[in-house]
C-alpha cells in the first residue's frame, strides 16, 4: 500500500482468487480462498462472497482451517504474520507475528500448538533459498502475540504450498524441490531424500511439480513436467523404496490430491480435465472434462462432499463428487496482457476489458464479482501452444451504452491478417450485447484506434477507425431499410480521410461531437464531422503522436497529447496555437468524463508517477511518486454511484469519479482516501442495523426507505415504533441457551409463537378500564360547567352586571364535593 496523505493506492477487486489453493469447511458450506491481501469466505451454494478477513498489510499467501478446532482458519501472509480468524463471523482473534515472510502455511492434529511455515533462509542473502520451520504458538491472551521459538525441520525445500504435505495423520512430511523428494519422520527425527535424473529414456522431464500424501497408506503421490504421476512406497529405507508410473496427461500435472478415506486420486493440469484414479486400481479412472481453462488447484472437502479445482483464468469450480459443476466462482480473468482499453459499460456502470480468450468481461467493481462474458470471436478456443487464434484487440462503447464495436484479427504464419469489426447492439430483452453488423476486412492493415462520437444530441451515432494502410474512416449507423425481410438498421462507411499519406496512431472526439481529432505521425488534424472539412493542422516539434485527448467543461477548448520524444502539448483550438507543453515520458493520458481533470501515467526510474491536472492551471491538482513499480498502459475513470463530499483540496478530485488502473502484474488498482477506507470498514463490520428490526432481506430492501420515512419530522407517527414484546420466557431461552443442548425446533414453535400474541382477557380488561376513567371524567366536567353557571348568574345580578371575578380550578373542585355531600339532616334541624 502507498500512502501520500489522505490518499492511498489500495487493491480494490480483482485480486487473484487462485493464487493458492482454497478451503473448504468441515460443513461444506464455505469456501475460503486468499485474495490480495484478504482472505475471501464465499458459498458454496450461493457462490456469493459472505466475508472478507482483512487486516493483513501484504499478499496472503495460504489459507489453512485449524485442526483442533473446525469453526477457525489460520492464515499468513508475506507481512511476516500469520493470523486466526473466526470465519462464520469475520472476526479476527489473534496476530502471530513471525518477522519474516511467510509464503506457506500446513498444520497436523498430530502436532497441537505448532504450525508449519516457510520462510526465506535466514543466513542466506539469496531469496531462492527456502526451509521449513516449526513456530510453537504462545498461549497468551493478548491479541497482538510475538511468535519467536522457530525451529528448523527442512533446509532447501520448495516455496510452492503444492510441494509439501503431511501423510498418514502428521507421522510424516514429504517435501519436493526440483528433482529431489525428500520425507522426514518426525519420531525417528530423521529424513530420508530420493532423486531423479533430469531427463528420462524418452526424453520426458522429470522435475516434480506437486506432492499429495495417502491419508492411510504409506504411498506418495509426485507429479511431474512430462505428464507423469510417481506412487512411492517403501520410502521409510533409503534403498528399498520403489514407484510405479501412471500417464495420462500430455503435459505437466499441476495439482495432486486425495479422497479423505483414500480410494480415489485426483489430478489436473493445462488439459481442463478432472482426472480420478483408483487406488490400486490405476486402470480404472473417471473424467470431467470441459472445464474451461487450465487447473492450478485440487481441494477436497473433508467429508468429500465436494471437489474444488482451482483455473488458470482466475475461476474456483465447485464439484459434487466428481459428477457435475454445481457452482463456478469467477473472479477478474487475468491474462498475460489486455490488448483492449479498460472501459466502463455505460448501462452496468461495470468495468470490461479482455476476458478469457475471445470475449470480453463484464466485471462489477462495487460487488468485486463478474457478471458475464460476452463471446465475441464465436469459435471454439483450442488450448494448445503455439497456435495463432483471433484474438481481441479494441473495443468500444458508445455515449449511452446501446452501440459496442468489437475489432479481432489474427496473424499466421505466412499468411496475410485476418480482420473483423464487428457493431454490437444492446437487447433490453435479453440485457446483453447482439450482433448486428460483421465487417470483414474493414482495413487493409492492423487498426491503430478506435473511438465513438460520445456527442448526447448526435442524430446519427458514428464511429471512427484509424489504420496502418493510412486511412482513417467513419463508420456511420443506417436508417433501417424498409424491405420485406425487416432486418433493422445497420453500419456502413460514409467517409475514407488520409494525409499525405501519412500513418494514423490515434483519433479522438471533442465533447460535443463538433471536431474530430486524428494524428498522423507528428501531425495532428481537426475535422469537422458534419463536412469532413479538414479546419486545421497542428504540428509539433518531430516524433509521433501516441496519445490524443479533448479537455472537457470548462477546459473544451484544449487539445492535449502525447509524443514519442516524451512531450505532452496543450494546443488551444480558439487560436491554434500551441499553448504550453513540458517534457514527461506519459505511458498513458486519460480524461475524466465528469470533470476538467485528466490524469497522466509518467514512467520514470522503473517505476510510475501520477500526475492528475487541469489543462488551463499550470499546478497539479495531485501528484504521487511511485504508485506502482513498471509501466501502467491500462486505466479509467468510473463514475461513483454516490458523490464523495471530500474539503481536502487534495483529494477532491476523487469526488465524482474514481480512478482504477491495471499494473503490469495485472493487479487492478486504484485511489481511495482515508475517510472512504473506514466507511467501508465500518459498514463492513456493521452487524445490526437496528436493534428493534430484525434484520432480515425484506429490511434490508426497504431499509433506505423506512430511515427516509423516519427523517420526516412532518410523519411523527412513522417515526414511533412499538415495542417488541418484553420479557419472553421463549425468546430468552432461544436467545440464552447453547445451540446444541435446546430442544427441537417444533417444540419450541408453539410457546415462540404464543409469545409474540397479545392476550385478549388482559386486552378487554384494560379497555373497560380506560371507558370507564373516560366517563367519570367527563361527568366531572359536566358538574364543573353547571357549577360555573349556578355561581356566575348571582354574581352577575348582585353585581348590577358587571363581570364576577372566575373561581379557580380548586374552588370548582370544592364546589362540586359541596355538592356531593347528603344535605337531608338539614330540614330536620330546621322543623326541630
Given amino acids: 500500500m502507498v500512502e501520500h496523505g489522505d490518499i492511498r493506492v489500495v487493491h480494490r477487486g480483482g485480486s487473484k482468487i487462485n493464487f493458492r489453493e482454497p478451503v473448504i469447511t468441515h460443513d461444506s458450506r464455505y469456501l475460503l480462498c486468499a485474495s490480495g491481501e484478504c482472505v475471501k469466505v464465499f458459498s458454496t451454494s450461493t457462490e456469493e462472497c459472505i466475508h472478507d478477513l482483512r487486516g493483513h498489510t501484504g499478499l496472503v499467501t495460504g489459507v489453512l482451517l485449524k485442526p483442533s478446532n473446525h469453526l477457525q482458519v489460520y492464515s499468513c501472509s508475506a507481512d511476516g504474520t500469520v493470523r486466526l480468524w473466526d470465519y462464520t463471523d469475520g472476526i479476527l482473534i489473534k496476530t502471530y507475528v513471525i518477522g519474516c515472510p511467510v509464503y506457506s502455511i500446513c498444520a497436523s492434529a498430530n502436532h497441537e500448538g505448532v504450525i508449519f511455515i516457510v520462510t526465506p533462509m535466514l543466513s542466506d542473502k539469496r ?84 506432492v499429495a500424501c495417502h491419508p492411510k497408506d504409506d504411498c506418495i503421490a509426485t507429479g511431474h513436467e512430462d505428464g507423469k504421476i510417481r506412487l512411492w512406497r517403501n520410502f521409510n529405507h533409503k534403498k528399498e523404496y520403489t514407484y510405479s508410473t501412471l500417464h495420462w496427461h500430455h503435459s505437466a500435472v499441476s495439482s495432486l490430491c486425495f479422497t479423505p478415506e483414500g480410494t480415489n486420486l485426483l489430478s489436473g493440469g493445462m488439459e481442463s480435465v478432472l482426472v480420478q484414479w483408483r487406488y490400486n486400481q490405476e486402470s480404472e479412472r473417471d473424467f470431467l472434462p470441459r472445464l474451461g481453462s487450465a487447473i492450478t488447484h485440487i481441494t477436497v472437502s473433508p467429508d468429500g462432499a465436494l471437489f474444488c479445482t482451482s483455473h488458470s483464468d482466475n475461476k474456483i469450480t465447485i464439484i459434487q463428487s ?41 466485471y462489477s467493481l462495487p460487488r468485486d464479482k463478474l457478471l458475464y462474458n460476452l463471446d465475441i470471436v464465436q469459435q471454439e478456443y483450442i488450448h494448445e501452444s503455439g497456435l495463432e487464434q483471433f484474438e481481441v484487440v479494441k473495443a468500444a462503447f458508445d455515449a449511452s451504452g446501446s452501440w459496442l464495436a468489437t475489432v479481432e484479427e489474427r496473424k499466421q504464419k505466412d499468411a496475410e491478417l485476418e480482420l473483423n469489426l464487428k ?34 444530441d448526435s442524430q446519427t451515432t458514428m464511429l471512427v477507425s484509424t489504420s496502418k494502410d493510412g486511412h482513417f474512416k467513419a463508420w456511420q449507423l443506417g436508417a433501417p431499410a424498409h424491405t420485406e425481410a425487416d432486418e433493422g438498421p445497420s453500419w456502413s462507411c460514409d467517409f475514407v480521410g488520409a494525409y499525405h499519406g501519412l500513418v494514423p496512431e490515434c483519433c479522438c472526439f471533442s465533447a460535443d461531437g463538433s471536431l474530430l481529432a486524428v494524428s498522423f505521425q507528428e501531425v495532428v488534424t481537426v475535422w469537422s464531422p458534419a463536412s469532413w472539412e479538414l479546419l ?190 418484553q420479557c419472553s420466557v421463549a425468546i430468552k431461552e432461544l436467545l440464552q441457551t447453547p445451540a446444541h443442548v435446546l430442544p427441537s425446533t417444533s417444540f419450541l414453535c408453539s410457546m415462540f409463537v404464543q409469545s409474540l400474541l397479545i392476550s385478549v382477557t388482559n386486552g378487554r380488561e384494560e379497555t373497560k378500564h380506560v371507558e370507564e376513567e373516560m366517563e367519570s371524567e367527563k361527568e366531572e366536567e359536566d358538574s364543573e360547567g353547571e357549577m360555573e353557571s349556578s355561581t356566575q348568574r348571582p354574581e352577575q345580578a348582585s353585581l348590577g352586571g358587571q363581570a364576577a371575578p372566575a373561581l379557580t380550578k380548586a374552588q370548582l373542585r370544592e364546589l362540586k364535593r359541596v355538592k356531593k355531600l347528603d344535605h337531608s339532616w338539614f330540614p330536620g334541624l330546621l322543623h326541630s
Avoid at 188 to 197: G, I
Avoid at 564 to 573: E, H, Q, T, Y
Avoid at 682 to 701: E, G, N, R, W
Wanted: charged content about 20%; hydrophobic content about 40%.
Fill in 127 to 210: 531469496s531462492d533459498l527456502f526451509q521449513l520451520v516449526a513456530v510453537d504458538l504462545p498461549q497468551s491472551g493478548d491479541q497482538l502475540v510475538e511468535a519467536r521459538e522457530l525451529s528448523a525441520v527442512l533446509s532447501d525445500v520448495s516455496s510452492n504450498p503444492a510441494a509439501i504435505v503431511f501423510g498418514r495423520g502428521g507421522e510424516y512430511i514429504a517435501s519436493a524441490n526440483g528433482l529431489h523428494l525428500e520425507v522426514y519422520f518426525f519420531k525417528k527425527q530423521k529424513s530420508y531424500r530420493f532423486s531423479l535424473k533430469e531427463d528420462n529414456k524418452k526424453g520426458g522431464k522429470n522435475t516434480v511439480t506437486c
Fill in 322 to 362: 466428481c459428477v457435475k459443476v454445481s457452482a463456478v466462482i469467477q473472479g477478474l480473468v487475468k491474462g498475460e496482457s489486455v490488448r483492449t482499453d479498460m472501459m466502463v459499460d455505460p448501462r452496468s456502470k461495470s468495468l470490461v476489458l479482455n476476458g478469457k480468450p475471445g470475449h470480453l468481461q463484464f
Fill in 423 to 456: 457493431l454490437w447492439a444492446f437487447d433490453e430483452q435479453t440485457q446483453s450485447f447482439v450482433l448486428n453488423t460483421t465487417i470483414s476486412a474493414p482495413h487493409e492493415a492492423r487498426i491503430t484506434a478506435m473511438c465513438f462520437c460520445h456527442a448526447t
Fill in 536 to 725: 486545421t493542422t497542428l504540428s509539433q516539434p518531430p516524433k509521433a503522436v501516441r496519445d490524443l485527448c479533448f479537455g472537457r467543461l470548462s477546459c473544451s477548448k484544449y487539445l492535449l497529447g502525447t509524443t514519442a520524444n516524451n512531450l505532452l502539448c496543450c494546443w488551444n483550438l480558439l487560436t491554434c496555437s500551441l499553448e504550453w507543453s513540458t517534457s514527461m515520458d506519459i505511458s498513458l493520458l486519460l480524461a475524466d468524463p465528469l470533470t476538467e481533470n485528466m490524469a497522466a501515467f509518467c514512467c520514470q526510474a522503473g517505476s510510475t508517477d501520477l500526475f492528475v491536472f487541469k489543462p488551463s492551471e499550470p499546478r497539479p491538482v495531485f501528484s504521487q511518486k511511485a504508485v506502482c513499480s513498471g509501466k501502467v498502459t491500462r486505466a479509467v475513470f468510473a463514475p461513483r454511484e454516490e458523490m464523495l463530499e471530500s474539503c481536502e483540496e487534495s483529494s477532491q478530485w476523487l469526488n465524482h469519479s474514481q480512478l482504477y488502473f491495471l499494473t503490469p502484474y495485472m493487479d487492478l488498482m486504484t485511489f481511495t482516501t482515508k475517510a472512504e477506507e473506514d466507511r467501508l470498514m465500518a459498514s463492513s463490520k456493521q452487524l445490526v442495523i437496528d436493534d428493534s428490526v430484525a434484520m432480515t432481506p425484506f429490511y434490508l430492501l426497504l431499509g433506505k426507505h423506512r430511515q427516509q420515512e423516519d427523517a420526516d419530522p412532518l410523519s411523527g407517527l412513522s417515526a414511533e415504533r412499538r415495542p417488541l414484546p
